[in-house]
């Protein structure tokens, strides 16, 4: 078989795995889409690694072509979205690029697919955030009543739970959906990046090998873009967009620049660790994920620097041995 009949076959039939997913998916009722979002990108991986971004377009437009036809609306749009990722990801792959940079660009668009797949779906369904934050408060009321009820009426208790839901206010509960949905995003992306390429060892495909990630030196620009997208999250809270898809389309942006700034954070703060305190890699990674949630300003800050600056030099050159 010559290797243009090889390419369309292997195509063909990469699609058609994608579209059995896809059916499995529409008639068990979505009881599996949560395993089925790291697998739907692993077909488009497979084929994008042996034959590249041209070849890969013609197979995702043929995947997105067959999620309109057996998927509803909302799982089509996640469904092509997810195969996008795994083009991108084969595509590095097949031009040996820096699989840590290959890495972070997975992560960043799994998080703006799950921010921007719950946009549209809210879109779609004639629903906007403020009726999933009213929604989210509304359930985390009754379940502090309920509470209330098995904890005893007492004026310690009616206190405390006061105060918990003064907390729970309009911005607290946006902010903790958008962080919750950018997080799960980044973290789908670690997991496809990671299964994709256990998955093409196995299949016998050369992958580089990642580089730590400690070395890697993003572009010193996009700091100031990450405190730029910071800056407009912050805004579209304080004073909100009239526009509810500007709005939702500002949030999206900031949280991405946000948690760009404070994944760069957690690095240079488990680097500080490495260098001041101890090395011991459990004690680190304690460490860091505790100050990712505890200190979420002084990770922004550090990450600035650590972007920016020239922290990220300093401190490796510590970290070696050198002055």
Not at 101 to 126: H, N, P, Q, Y
Not at 283 to 312: C, D, E, R
Request: hydrophobic letters at 55%; aromatic letters at 12%.
């Amino acid at each position: 078989m010559n290797q243009k009949t090889l390419k369309i076959t292997y195509g063909a039939m990469i699609v058609a795995l994608f579209g059995v997913l896809l059916l499995i998916n529409r008639h068990t009722g979505g009881m599996f889409h949560g395993i089925l979002m790291f697998l739907l990108p692993i077909p488009m991986v497979a084929y994008g690694a042996r034959y590249g971004w041209k070849a890969g377009l013609a197979a995702w437009a043929a995947s997105l072509f067959i999620s309109i036809i057996v998927s509803t609306p909302g799982a089509a749009v996640n469904a092509a979205c997810q195969s996008f990722v795994g083009m991108v990801l084969g595509t590095c792959i097949y031009h040996k690029k820096d699989m840590t940079k290959t890495l972070f660009l997975v992560m960043l668009l799994c998080t703006v697919t799950e921010l921007l797949d719950a946009v549209i779906l809210a879109a779609i369904s004639g629903q906007t955030l403020s009726m999933y934050v009213a929604e989210m408060q509304l359930a985390m009321n009754e379940s502090m009543e309920m509470m209330t009820k098995v904890m005893g009426s007492n004026p310690q208790t009616e206190q405390q739970m006061a105060l918990m839901k003064s907390m729970m206010s309009d911005d607290f509960v946006a902010r903790m959906l958008l962080i919750s949905t950018a997080l799960t995003g980044a973290m789908q992306g670690f997991i496809i990046y990671e299964i994709s390429l256990l998955i093409l060892r196995r299949l016998h495909i050369a992958v580089p090998k990642p580089k730590p990630v400690a070395e890697y030196t993003p572009p010193f620009w996009t700091a100031y873009l990450g405190i730029f997208a910071f800056g407009l999250y912050n805004f579209s809270f304080v004073k909100p967009f009239e526009n509810e898809i500007v709005q939702s389309l500002a949030q999206v942006a900031g949280i991405v620049g946000t948690l760009y700034l404070m994944f760069f954070g957690v690095i240079a703060i488990s680097l500080l660790i490495q260098v001041y305190i101890t090395r011991v890699k459990a004690v680190v990674v304690i460490l860091s994920f505790l100050a990712f949630f505890m200190m979420p300003q002084i990770n922004t800050i550090l990450g600035i620097f650590y972007i920016s600056g020239q922290l990220h030099t300093f401190l490796l050159n510590k970290l070696n041995g050198k002055r």
